[in-house]
């Protein structure tokens, strides 16, 4: 019995040694670059910044295995998390339908979206898609290709508030909370009602969803909630009092690096830890991650508005350039309230190499909140270009014992 005890503690203290993150490896290589990141450096709590770099290293059957380093890490200072939290719902949307799989729902289901609470709206048609008509994989196409708030807002009516908070804590994202749709001002009361739903294929209704209420609140202990020394509000009134973020969603940048982890590597994982998504799923989500809004017709979007590299902050900032042809980012971004944030699976095909990159940086020097001025240009902007650039640059230089075989996410992009 002593031997077990002995040889289990030797066990969970060897699994406690491999997970531990390493916390100075970030900070002195953005150090031994001065010239992009000391003005960030300097006062790295005014800019919020946080930052996770994952490793990947497999070994002789392509089996991944991880490193994590991490900047400023702490899930309890919260920071907006923006349209980060649409990635998550992404997943359990289609974990939905896999689970109601046996009344003839698909993922390509005319969803048509009814109203029953004050505020609610009614979606009957969808001219975006091919067909004219809305679906939860063409909503998912919105999202992951230009972050399109109404999407979201369909795919959260859909999952409902109480499914959505429940998955969060089932796959061990004990940090996060998503409590609202976004850019509708949706808070308190209005964010407990989603709406009623039919899903139909062709003529025949297959899945009646009634309109649903959760009572349920999400408490979780967060400092740094309150921010700012002001605040515009919802008539463009000068608020002259912190700005109150309590009750918002919530999603740190190490709950977002584990669900893209799973996401990318289910293999990596228990298979009781997976998500339930099909081979489909998976090819859904990848393409519509990696892919530029300039090479999609169903949505067909302006050049002018939506570049190519729109969405890829940790590489290209918001520079319009074209995108560097050997490089795909699997990623999503999100910014508001004067943050930046981007979770990302990078893949270099022509020099075999990989690795996650997640950070969140904050830039409000006027510490007024909703006033639309942010330095998203001359500070967030650069600095995610310059984390990116960088991080690219020593995974260029690090050796690997074996080169990764990538093919799973060599895709087509011509649909």
């Known amino acids: 019995m002593k031997r077990i005890l002995i040889t289990a503690f030797m066990s969970i203290s060897l699994s406690a040694m491999a997970q531990k993150t390493d916390t100075v490896f970030l900070r002195k290589l953005m150090e031994s670059k001065a010239e992009l990141f000391s003005s960030v450096l300097s006062h790295p709590d005014k800019n919020q910044i946080q930052i996770l770099y994952t490793q990947i290293n497999r070994d002789v059957k392509n089996r991944p295995a991880f490193k994590t380093f991490s900047y400023h890490l702490d899930p309890s200072h919260y920071f907006y998390p923006a349209s980060t939290v649409k990635l998550a719902a992404v997943i359990f949307a289609l974990e939905k339908v896999n689970r109601l799989k046996n009344t003839g729902l698909t993922a390509q289901s005319t969803m048509i979206t009814d109203s029953a609470y004050k505020g609610q709206t009614k979606v009957s048609t969808d001219t975006s898609a091919k067909n004219g008509l809305p679906s939860i994989a063409h909503y998912i196409k919105k999202i992951l290709l230009t972050s399109d708030n109404d999407a979201f807002n369909r795919i959260f009516e859909f999952i409902g508030r109480a499914e959505i908070n429940e998955k969060l804590k089932a796959n061990g994202l ?57 605040y515009m509000d919802s008539t463009d009134k000068l608020v002259n009092k912190p700005f109150n973020l309590a009750g918002k969603n919530a999603f740190p940048i190490n709950d977002q690096q584990k669900l893209i982890q799973k996401l990318i590597f289910p293999e990596a994982f228990s298979a009781k830890d997976r998500f339930n998504l099909t081979h489909e799923d998976y090819k ?84 007024i909140f909703n006033d639309n001025k942010y330095e998203y240009e001359t500070v967030c902007f650069p600095f995610m270009k310059n984390l990116g650039r960088t991080i690219y640059e020593f995974e260029m230089s690090r050796p690997k014992k074996h080169k990764p075989n990538l093919s799973k996410f060599k895709l087509v992009y011509t649909y």
């Open 174 to 230: 004990n940090h996060s909370r998503i409590l609202n749709r976004l850019a509708i001002g949706d808070a308190g009361e209005s964010a407990r009602h989603t709406n009623p739903i039919h899903f139909y294929n062709g003529n025949q209704l297959v899945y009646e969803q009634p309109a649903q209420y959760d009572s349920k609140e999400y408490e979780l202990k967060l400092n740094h909630v309150v921010m700012g020394t002001g």
């Open 284 to 367: 859904l989500i990848y393409t519509y991650m990696s892919k530029y809004p300039t090479e999609s017709d169903y949505p067909k979007y302006d050049p002018k508005e939506f570049w190519a590299t729109y969405a890829k902050m940790l590489y290209y900032g918001r520079e319009k350039v074209t995108p560097e042809p050997h490089i795909r980012i699997f990623n999503k971004y999100g910014d508001s309230y004067g943050y930046i944030i981007d979770n990302s699976y990078f893949v270099d095909f022509t020099n075999g190499m990989e690795y996650f990159l997640t950070a969140v940086v904050q830039s409000n020097e006027d510490g």
